[in-house]
């Protein structure tokens, strides 16, 4: 049991090693953070629980993509400091794996949340709201940071 739990300790650690050192999995994460505060908390969109499902199910693909696009990069760059081409073809069919996936969790996006009556309660809310859309503008301030900065003194060089 002691090995399981470690085994999910070290898991973790590489989800928030990856939150860290990388840009894009921190762009992920801010647009499904905002994607599920519009979900739950405002209410705004009508999804089934399957619905929901598929939505999770995209994230998720995003997610795990990017996990071994890095594990992938990092391991051709321990493999070899030089250039090969090789290594060029081995990260770039990586990455090409994420888009491909962040292009169906888009689509997908777009398919099951592509009401309008949705975003027209969203306008309506935030017009009779100022405050809420101040709230909401001023949250991509720290969102943005958080995506170009990241916290800590994330390096790739550093272990």
Do not use: W
């Not at 519009?38 to 693909?61: C, G, H, K, P, S």
């Not at 592509?114 to 309660?121: D, K, R």
């Amino acid at each position: 049991m002691k090995s399981l739990i470690k085994s999910f300790g070290y898991a973790f650690s590489g989800i928030f090693k990856a939150l860290r050192y990388e840009r894009n999995m921190r762009i992920h994460f801010v647009c499904m953070i905002y994607m599920y505060s519009f979900l739950f908390v405002y209410d705004f969109f009508e999804i089934t629980r399957t619905q929901l499902a598929v939505i999770f199910l995209a994230n998720m693909a995003v997610v795990a993509a990017e996990l071994i696009n890095t594990a992938v990069e990092r391991t051709v760059d321990l493999a070899s400091e030089e250039y090969t081409e090789n290594g060029k073809v081995a990260k770039d069919t990586a990455a090409g794996a994420v888009l491909v996936c962040a292009i169906f969790a888009v689509a997908t996006g777009i398919a099951i949340l592509g009401q309008p009556e949705a975003f027209s309660q969203m306008f309506l809310y935030y017009r009779e709201n100022p405050v809420m859309l101040v709230v909401f503008i001023l949250s991509i301030i720290p969102a943005t940071v958080f995506i170009f900065k990241g916290f800590g003194k994330a390096s790739k060089d550093k272990k």
